[in-house]
């Protein structure tokens, strides 16, 4: 919501107040507007100076409110200026140069849906902002250019989106990966339908490459999808992190030892938001998700189905987007070696209450489960050509295109409903469907899971309804055990 | 309700195989329905088994206990509990020689078991009511499993195992004794292995089981026998060429489909597709960790 900013002066004991539930970044802001306006050459009223930021009910956070301060006084003393259809955005240096801020994508979008046709931004900030669309971006270098530009007297340096779009940093790619068949075939579904995926396997198996290799295999991201990334990023301050018109989707891995906060958005005073939210049109990668606390686990539950996520914080309710796509690596048991050539140590009791821990709040939410084993030597030196990921981009792509745009989170978000009439399984892959219900015990999701799964093996395939074998590989990645 | 009864060799119920023993019990704590019968077998093995021993165990018990065949175990986590549950399952009877007390529940997780025992057969005892379970209670019970049954099948077990105490009790008692032979890799098959090079019969299939007891083969009826399966392995007819090609190449050793793909050089979609189509059929299962094992 756009901000008015309005300066009184009034006769009276020199003094300068600025009102409007304002945090401490601007109530400093006296300490820095009151030095700019001089050292820029101009005289700061020696009288009685109220600023209100409005509307007054709203908090307000952060110091890129400084310019439109000292534009708000500097007009109360000179009605010279022109201020029309203008916004102003940047913190001051007592210098009276601008410095950039954060968050100026995504405040210069809502600037121009709110109908502001011309936005001043430090020169920094001038090519970010100008990707928003409908609005006109200025750069000024100090508060003198920016007054000279008002009088009508000088101009300031338009602000020229960058084009051309930025690859993102190198993505490793698959073919780096040897072996691990079922794991890379398991990513390839992944990536077609949007499902989520859950690897087990010993610790060094290869889970956080293969993790690391899975954007690789990802399309590139529509432009207003890439702009939604960069006004995240802008948010948090990150767009060093992630050039702003890089169209490859993002890939997000925090550590287990994050806060709460960290992982879904929050902070103090507005929340800020977290790595889920990063995440967004692109990859969280959870290694180790049985090390996550359950409270982590249960918080991303909403973000999974709902594609947002809500941050209530005192004084403010957020909500961010968060759609991505979760891969999730974890130790078959807590030594880390059943199933593997080293012998499992874990008594029994432990091994469930570990499976416990994923099952409940986001076993749901994956759709296929792979394991993932350790590499013997001999497989590592001589295995055979792998393919390279554009290859297998070039499969998820064509899978993709066969669902068309109608599908908004790829397979992985259809209901049940949708499911079977997209699914159009033949006859047989019906009578296969209703045996494993019967001998793997299959639950009611348990059933479309694998059917949404089924269903994307079948566009990579290129089928139009849902056959025997791709229904039988989709039950062979189901998360259920029988018995 | 049932009530826990005290069985001396005066009791008509007094199973005279105890006898046996150079020191039998005194007598013994029995609850439950059905009480020991006579023949019966005994399936032991370790508390830690690996899932395709449990598999097995669970197996060897149901077909007992559809040929009538009573099953005798220590009620114990993993081989001891699959051998109660398996023979339970298929409807029939089974007896639990415990380390404690009648009326303790030790593994506690057994809770369930215990009572469908008492329903469908009986806790043993020579313990009285409430000891809890002192370790050194649990080799006087070997004995007296080794001493109820006619044969005993060692399924899995490393060499300080248990259940070699009961092979070894059986064995002075003159008793049958079968091992299921594993991989000489696998931890948890040492000691049958062990047990197999020292001279005792391999457990191949029931059939090795009823050939070598007599008094099972006359316990037996014909038609029963005819249905039990001769051995472990073969029947793999009625799989398509595919399907075989797969199973051929997989022991009860669990093993990655990765695996199995190399070997066969089949894509790993493929390798997916047919495993879950012999899983649908019963002759593979998949195992916690990712990996695949035949179970015939």
Redesign the interface.
């Known amino acids: 919501m756009p901000v008015t900013v309005e300066a009184d002066i009034a006769n009276g004991l020199p003094g300068f107040t600025i009102v409007g539930l304002t945090d401490r970044a601007i109530q400093e802001a006296r300490e820095r507007v009151k030095p700019a306006i001089r050292n820029a050459g101009f005289k700061f009223p020696p009288r009685r100076v109220t600023v209100n930021l409005a509307p007054a009910e709203l908090p307000k956070e952060g110091t890129g409110f400084d310019l439109a301060i000292a534009t708000a006084i500097l007009r109360a003393e000179d009605p010279s200026l022109r201020l029309e259809g203008l916004a102003f955005l940047g913190e001051l240096a007592l210098d009276a140069s601008l410095r950039p801020v954060t968050g100026v994508l995504p405040m210069a979008r809502c600037l121009a849906a709110a109908g502001i046709r011309r936005l001043v931004v430090p020169v920094e900030n001038a090519s970010e902002a100008a990707l928003a669309e409908g609005i006109e971006v200025l750069g000024a270098a100090t508060l003198r250019s920016c007054v000279e530009y008002l009088r009508g007297e000088g101009s300031l340096i338009p602000g020229v989106r960058d084009a051309t779009p930025a690859g993102g940093g190198p993505e490793p790619d698959m073919a780096a990966v040897r ?4 794991a ?2 398991a990513l390839e579904i992944a990536a077609a339908g949007g499902h989520n995926v859950l690897m ?2 010993p610790p060094g198996a290869g889970k956080t490459m293969l993790a690391r290799t899975f954007p690789s295999l990802l399309p590139d991201l529509a432009s207003d999808a890439a702009l939604e990334v960069a006004a995240i990023y802008s948010l948090r301050g990150t767009l060093r992190e992630r050039p702003p018109t890089t169209l490859r989707p993002p890939f997000r891995a925090p550590h287990h030892s994050i806060s709460r906060a960290g992982l879904v958005g929050g902070g103090t005073g507005l929340a800020q938001p977290g790595e889920i939210s990063l995440a967004h049109q692109g990859v969280l990668f959870l290694d180790e998700l049985c090390e996550f606390s359950r409270q982590h686990l249960e918080a991303l539950r909403q973000p999974l189905e709902e594609h947002s996520v809500t941050v209530a914080r005192a004084r403010a309710a957020v909500t961010y987007p968060a759609d991505f796509i979760l891969i999730g690596a974890s130790n ?2 807590p030594c880390g070696h ?3 050539a080293q ?2 140590r874990c ?3 432990q ?1 469930s209450a570990y ?1 416990n821990k994923i099952s409940g709040p986001i076993k749901d939410r994956i759709d296929l ?5 350790r590499q013997e030597y001999r ?1 590592i030196f001589e295995g055979a050509d792998e393919e390279p990921s554009a290859v297998v981009r070039g499969r998820v792509e064509a899978a993709r295109n066969r669902r068309g745009e109608s599908a908004g989170h790829g397979n992985a978000g259809l209901t049940g409903r949708e499911t079977l009439a997209a699914a159009r399984a033949t006859p047989p892959a019906r009578r ?1 469907l209703a ?2 219900g019967e ?2 015990h299959l639950s009611a999701r348990g059933f479309f899971r694998v059917l949404r799964v089924a269903r994307t ?1 079948a566009d990579l395939a290129g089928e139009d309804r849902v056959g ?6 989709a ?3 189901r998360i259920e ?2 018995g | 309700m049932t009530l826990p009864r005290w069985i001396d060799p005066a009791s008509p119920d007094w199973p005279v195989r105890l006898l046996h023993l150079e020191s039998p019990p005194q007598g013994f704590w029995q609850l439950g329905t059905i009480g020991a019968l006579s023949p019966c077998v005994a399936i032991v093995g370790s508390r ?1 088994a690996t899932f395709a021993g449990v598999e097995i165990a669970r197996s060897i018990a149901s077909e007992l206990a559809s040929a009538g065949i009573q099953v005798v175990s220590g009620m114990a ?1 993993g081989i001891d509990a699959a051998a109660h549950s398996g023979a339970l399952d298929a409807g029939g009877s089974t007896v639990a020689v415990l380390g404690c007390g009648v009326d303790v529940c030790y593994p506690t ?1 057994h809770a369930e078991l215990r009572s469908r025992i008492i329903t469908d057969g009986c806790l043993i005892t020579e313990e009285p009511p409430g000891t809890p379970p002192f370790k050194h209670n649990f080799p006087k019970r070997n004995r007296i499993i080794a001493a109820l049954a006619h044969a005993v099948v060692v399924v899995e077990a490393t060499e300080r195992s248990g259940a070699l105490s009961t092979a070894r009790w059986a064995a002075d008692l003159g008793r049958e004794v079968l091992a299921v032979p594993g991989s000489i890799r696998s ?1 948890q098959s040492s000691g049958t292995n062990l047990l197999i090079r020292d001279g005792v019969r391999p457990f191949l299939g029931i059939g090795d089981l009823i050939d070598a007891v007599p008094e099972l083969r006359s316990a037996i009826p014909e038609a029963a026998l005819d249905t039990l399966p001769a051995s472990h392995g073969g029947g793999l007819e009625r799989f398509s060429p595919p399907l075989r090609e797969i199973l051929a190449r997989m022991g009860t050793q ?1 093993v ?4 199995v ?2 070997a066969l050089g089949l ?3 493929l ?7 012999l ?2 059929a ?1 002759a593979v ?7 695949v094992a035949r179970t015939v």
């Open positions: 072996g691990q068949g079922q890379k075939r087990t396997g078959p048991c059943l199933g593997d012998e499992c008594e029994p009791r091994l499976n489960v792979v394991s993932v084993p497989d296969l045996l494993s001998r793997l093996i025997e074998d791709a229904l039988a590989e039950l062979h990645y055990m029988a | 830690r986590l997780r931890r669990p990655h489909p990765d695996q793909g190399l894509s790993p979609a390798v997916a597709s047919r495993l879950s189509a899983e649908l019963g299962m998949s195992l916690p960790g990712g990996l």
